[in-house]
């Protein structure tokens, strides 16, 4: 038992796709400073703040996290011909120029090893899934995500999987936190590497070994999920809206 207790501090818990209140997309309403607190509180050590078509690169919030023992890299969820790309380590400029696959392209050949890309729920209806053409652009990508979307026989993960395994592709599990409730269930693990910092986790990201931990939907998350998604969130962006114009007139 001791045995196994130390293998398991030897493992450390990583999320690569989540959202906050600071995304100029979609409308939440936790920040992140309380992201970094339950991660921590969670165990977690290895964090990535995707906004929507944005890097998250708020020096305040990445010296707290390193304060917490956190590496919080910087990433965004980019919109790229009407498919969401999430890229990991990449600043604001260097993501300005890129709305196509041509340009992800090629910062990837710029960037080499440096950067890390992978294909959020390629095959989930909602959003910018990138479905079929997930095989057409598959040099773009370095892993591909297990959403948290799943419950029995409906798991579009199974496709996901599929691709994965006939293109050699890792596969990451993720939360795609847009409440702080869904974060802290669905993640990877890997070992703890000597020295903590983002070449070492985009290496260990590329090479394994990984565990990945993503338990079925309950009936409660569903209607968590389908109230916050059909109901709550659109009221929220309407609202966002509607403060935008007023403050514009």
């Known amino acids: 038992m001791k045995w196994e207790q130390e293998q398991e501090r030897d493992w450390i818990k990583v999320d690569l796709h989540i959202h906050t209140l600071d995304d100029p997309k979609d409308r939440l309403d936790y920040s992140a400073h309380e992201l970094l607190e339950r991660a921590r509180a969670l165990g977690f050590r290895v964090l990535a703040i995707t906004l929507h078509d944005k890097v998250f690169d708020r020096a305040e919030v990445f010296a707290d996290a390193a304060g917490m023992g956190i590496l919080l890299i910087p990433a965004a969820e980019l919109r790229l011909e009407g498919a969401d790309v999430v890229v990991l380590n990449v600043q604001p400029h260097e993501i300005r120029r890129v ?14 090893d440096a950067i890390f890309c992978f294909a959020p729920h390629p095959f989930f209806v909602l959003g910018g899934s990138l479905g079929e053409r997930l095989e057409q652009e598959i040099d773009c990508f370095d892993a591909i995500e297990i959403c948290h979307f799943h419950k029995g026989f409906f798991d579009l993960n199974r496709r996901a999987r599929a691709v994965a395994a006939a293109h050699g592709k890792t596969l990451l599990a993720t939360s795609d936190a847009h409440r702080l409730s869904g974060f802290g269930s669905h993640y990877t693990s890997m070992p703890r590497p000597a020295e903590l910092n983002i070449e070492s986790v985009l290496r260990t990201l590329r090479e394994g070994p990984l565990r990945l931990t993503s338990p079925p939907s309950t009936w ?19 609202f966002r809206r509607a403060q935008r114009r007023w403050r514009a007139s």
């Open 99 to 112: 709305r196509t696959f041509s340009a992800l392209r090629r910062l990837r050949a710029e960037k080499g």
């Open 220 to 238: 409660r998350d569903l209607l968590t999920i389908f109230y916050f998604v059909f109901l709550l969130h659109p009221m929220r962006k309407r």
